[in-house]
């Protein structure tokens, strides 16, 4: 959790604006928190609810132990509302239930935060209704609007907010982050590899069934080397029922697809940007029994069966194929 403006280093241009409007105490009425998921947009305009009405705060950043940091910590802060689509979509009677508890007055202070989830997804007569809010807001209305799909809000809307644009993590700041909630160098390469979204990534690595998701592509690639007689068994046996649905295959194909590059990457000395940092002796070692051009041929069957998964192909038949597939040359 991002406790001070200072913890936000993934994101140095939005803290750098939000830093300025607090010091001069020149906050726009609205903002408009734009970016892929998983980039910090929800922590942010918390942690920017709290710096608003912290009781103690030391320069911009709150305190945190006040009763309205934690009031704001747990979600019932009454001067803080948050709104989320019900069903697909953020409803007229929602943005209209807004606006009259908005004319009531602050049971903690003045001022009043409201946070727009999704604002994407406002329907049509929900976002004029809130188009009206914005043009005429109350001395001490906040709005942040948090968005993944800003080309799909009015333009209205999005002319009346201040912009604070969130970029993606690069792959070597989600590992920092992942590791910093005590998870291996392993399993957060791994997941890094596989998503942009810090929560997702978070997610996949304290679920169990990743951890063994990756430890099979580890004992399949191994297999299909040393004991390629018996990778059809331990298709049928150990990685179908493991891997028993789309998703799940999708991701165990995509970790094989991490093991193969990382064969091309021990062939050209570029060991650093492996991602089973965990097998580096055993890739070295299979590396130096194979060419270029036939890491880069397998790569290419495991990509065609991503391909053939999308369709409607036997899962089953479809692993046995890249099976054999890949023994090709060995």
């Given at each position: 959790?991002?406790?001070?403006?200072?913890?936000?280093?993934?994101?140095?241009?939005?803290?750098?604006?939000?830093?300025?409007?607090?010091?001069?105490?020149?906050i726009a009425h609205a903002y408009l928190l734009d970016g892929m998921k998983?980039?910090?947009?929800?922590?942010?305009?918390?942690?920017?609810?709290?710096?608003?009405?912290?009781?103690?705060?030391?320069?911009?950043?709150?305190?945190?132990?006040?009763?309205?940091?934690?009031?704001?910590?747990?979600?019932?802060?009454?001067?803080?509302?948050?709104?989320?689509?019900?069903?697909?979509?953020?409803?007229?009677?929602?943005?209209?239930?807004?606006?009259?508890?908005?004319?009531?007055?602050?049971?903690?202070?003045?001022?009043?935060?409201?946070?727009?989830?999704?604002?994407?997804?406002?329907?049509?007569?929900?976002?004029?209704?809130?188009?009206?809010?914005?043009?005429?807001?109350?001395?001490?209305?906040?709005?942040?609007?948090?968005?993944?799909?800003?080309?799909?809000?009015?333009?209205?809307?999005?002319?009346?907010?201040?912009?604070?644009?969130?970029?993606?993590?690069?792959?070597?700041?989600?590992?920092?982050?992942?590791?910093?909630?005590?998870?291996?160098?392993?399993?957060?390469?791994?997941?890094?590899?596989?998503?942009?979204?810090?929560?997702?990534?978070?997610?996949?690595?304290?679920?169990?069934?990743?951890?063994?998701?990756?430890?099979?592509?580890?004992?399949?690639?191994?297999?299909?080397?040393?004991?390629?007689?018996?990778?059809?068994?331990?298709?049928?046996?150990?990685?179908?029922?493991?891997?028993?649905?789309r998703r799940q295959l999708e991701i165990g194909l995509d970790l094989m697809?991490?093991?193969y590059k990382d064969m091309l990457y021990a062939q050209l000395s570029k060991?650093?940007?492996?991602?089973?940092?965990?097998?580096?002796?055993?890739?070295?070692?299979?590396?130096?029994?194979?060419?270029?051009?036939?890491?880069?041929?397998?790569?290419?069957?495991?990509?065609?069966?991503?391909?053939?998964?999308?369709?409607?192909?036997?899962?089953?038949?479809?692993?046995?194929?890249?099976?054999?597939?890949?023994?090709?040359?060995?």
């Open positions: 959790m991002i406790k001070s403006w200072s913890d936000l280093q993934s994101q140095p241009t939005v803290a750098r604006i939000v830093t300025n409007s607090l010091e001069r105490d020149r998983g980039t910090g947009k929800k922590e942010v305009s918390y942690l920017f609810a709290k710096s608003l009405l912290c009781r103690e705060r030391t320069g911009v950043n709150p305190c945190q132990a006040c009763s309205n940091c934690k009031r704001i910590d747990s979600r019932n802060h009454p001067d803080v509302h948050v709104l989320e689509p019900d069903g697909n979509s953020i409803k007229k009677q929602q943005i209209q239930y807004l606006q009259e508890e908005f004319t009531k007055t602050g049971l903690e202070s003045k001022r009043k935060i409201y946070i727009i989830e999704h604002a994407d997804k406002m329907t049509k007569n929900a976002a004029n209704s809130l188009l009206k809010f914005l043009e005429e807001p109350n001395q001490e209305t906040y709005a942040f609007l948090l968005t993944e799909n800003v080309n799909q809000m009015l333009n209205t809307i999005i002319s009346r907010c201040q912009p604070l644009s969130f970029r993606a993590l690069t792959s070597e700041g989600l590992v920092n982050k992942l590791m910093a909630e005590d998870i291996s160098l392993p399993l957060a390469k791994s997941a890094a590899s596989l998503t942009n979204s810090l929560g997702e990534a978070v997610e996949l690595c304290r679920d169990d069934w990743f951890a063994l998701a990756r430890n099979l592509v580890i004992k399949l690639y191994e297999a299909i080397f040393n004991r390629p007689q018996a990778s059809l068994l331990f298709i049928q046996e150990k990685w179908m029922p493991h891997f028993s649905d697809l991490f093991i060991e650093g940007q492996m991602v089973f940092v965990d097998e580096k002796e055993l890739i070295q070692k299979l590396a130096l029994q194979t060419t270029q051009q036939r890491v880069t041929e397998h790569l290419s069957y495991i990509l065609q069966s991503k391909s053939r998964l999308a369709s409607n192909v036997n899962p089953h038949l479809l692993m046995e194929q890249l099976a054999l597939n890949l023994q090709e040359g060995y």
